[in-house]
């Protein structure tokens, strides 16, 4: 031991069949994940009604699994250096299952709040050491490829989430929604033990007083985005807590500059690419990340869709994102990260516009087509910008890099939400009154404020040079092509 470093053992790599599983078995957890965080919402007035609460009470419930991923996402880096990624994740999962059990076996609203943040928790080192784990096990020439897999549950999860929780609580019973996670977690489980990789790097202390400043900063700011607009707190305690947020975590970043060891490595952000990549990640996710909250507004509100037919049309977007998965590393090598994320910010926002002009006398066929494209340019999107993070990282960065991006991330879909909320309130004032004509005209204001906040941020993207990670993306189509020409014939690639 030296300085506060002590060196790990030598690291396990991956048989052959567990490469080829991790990309699923990395999926399967970010599923889970992502499915949660929308899962209880068509549930919440029959657990309320079971919890003998008032609705609005369940506000906690939803806001306490994002506020635990926010504030935990950020030590699962050092948790996977420390410990292995091997033990991390699969703690991971057996904690974000156990939680999920509690929940749904919740008698009273203050023990489901627990049982919440017990499985965010799980949740929050879940996806960040998954990431990880596929950054140290493929080389950036197949990067791209995984990645792409791994991300369309991350578009799955949240669009299959009312949907499964309204059938649910129609024809089942609403603990159901937390036992799903049971069969999943259990082979996830048996997965990890068997197949998956255990990565550990350079292990020094926790910075205790920087997880303190970061985490209380992250979950009191993210908490004032939950109840801003809800005129639970005075403008005063709301302004208060938001200062107070904003000087925690200033606090966190002079004590960042000044630690050796800090909780998040800020100087990452001098490395153009990831930068970039962050940045760019959080600002196109105040845009993005509010469509799926405001579209069954439009649908059922405004057009008078049920939420299944509303979450019907939302549909073709993952499936779009599925099917044409396979075409995103080759139109990066084909164009490179810099036209490619300029290009398509651009196509995203000028779709969201176009979600503007949807009214009850549009065909159906046209929601589904835009839906599609809207689908395929998200997943195109979230693919680059993931797999940029790492174009210029060294592998004793990665875990840190992965922390931030995941952080980052999350915050901005909290961002996002809560955007799309205020952009709907500001336009739609008396929501209780309104006719669907108003409604409808003040979901397509809120439509074109975000689709020009995301024209905006193409801005991010135009610092990056032609060539920033080209290389590693045209490596990946090669290797593909090599490998698929030794492939039997009629094989395909996962």
Not at 49 to 55: C, D, H, I, K
Not at 361 to 368: A, E, K, L, N, R
Request: a positive charge; one cysteine or more.
């Amino acid at each position: 031991m030296a300085g506060g470093l002590r060196i790990l053992p030598t690291r396990m790599e991956p048989s052959a069949a567990g490469k080829r599983l991790l990309p699923w078995l990395v999926a399967v957890a970010f599923f889970m994940e992502s499915l949660d965080t929308t899962i209880l919402n068509t549930a919440v007035p029959t657990v309320a009604a079971a919890l003998r609460v008032a609705p609005l009470s369940m506000k906690s419930v939803l806001s306490s699994y994002t506020l635990s991923l926010a504030v935990f996402i950020p030590i699962s880096g050092w948790m996977a250096d420390r410990f292995g990624t091997r033990r991390v994740f699969g703690s991971a999962i057996g904690l974000f299952t156990v939680g999920s059990i509690l929940c749904g076996l919740s008698t009273n609203i203050h023990v489901l709040v627990a049982c919440r943040i017990l499985q965010g928790c799980g949740g929050a080192m879940m996806v960040p050491v998954g990431r990880l784990t596929i950054v140290r096990t493929f080389a950036k020439s197949e990067l791209v490829r995984a990645m792409s897999f791994v991300a369309i549950p991350g578009l799955i999860g949240p669009m299959l989430g009312p949907i499964a929780g309204g059938l649910i609580v129609a024809y089942f019973h609403w603990r159901l929604i937390f036992f799903v996670n049971l069969p999943i977690g259990l082979l996830g489980l048996l997965l990890v033990y068997l197949h998956l990789p255990d990565y550990r790097e350079l292990s020094h202390p926790l910075d205790f007083a920087g997880l303190i400043l970061f985490g209380s900063g992250i979950g009191l700011l993210s908490y004032v985005l939950e109840v801003f607009g809800e005129h639970s707190l005075t403008v005063q305690e709301i302004l208060s807590l938001l200062a107070v947020a904003i000087l925690l975590l200033a606090g966190y970043g002079l004590h960042a500059m000044r630690t050796r060891f800090p909780l998040l490595a800020l100087g990452l952000f001098r490395i153009r690419t990831f930068r970039a990549a962050v940045s760019g990640n959080f600002f196109t996710r105040l845009g993005i990340g509010g469509i799926p909250f405001i579209l069954p507004l439009l649908y059922q509100v405004g057009m008078g869709f049920n939420p299944v037919q509303s979450g019907l049309l939302m549909m073709p977007q993952a499936i779009s994102a599925m099917t044409l998965k396979t075409t995103m590393p080759r139109i990066l090598a084909r164009f490179g990260y810099r036209a490619v994320l300029l290009s398509n910010t651009l196509m995203l926002g000028l779709l969201i516009l176009v979600f503007a002009t949807i009214g009850p006398g549009t065909p159906i066929w046209f929601i589904v087509l835009q839906s599609m494209c809207f689908g395929f340019f998200s997943s195109l999107q979230y693919t680059s910008m993931n797999t940029l993070v790492y174009a210029d990282v060294t592998d004793q960065q990665a875990s840190s890099a992965s922390s931030i991006a995941s952080t980052t991330q999350q915050m901005s879909i909290s961002f996002g939400v809560a955007l799309a909320s205020l952009a709907a309130a500001m336009f739609i004032p008396d929501r209780s009154h309104s006719t669907a004509a108003e409604m409808i005209s003040g979901i397509h204001k809120a439509f074109v404020l975000l689709g020009g906040l995301t024209l905006l941020s193409t801005m991010v993207f135009s610092k990056l040079k032609k060539t920033d990670g080209s290389l590693a993306s045209r490596h990946d189509v090669v290797a593909e092509a090599h490998l698929l020409r030794r492939l039997p014939q009629g094989a395909t690639l996962s």
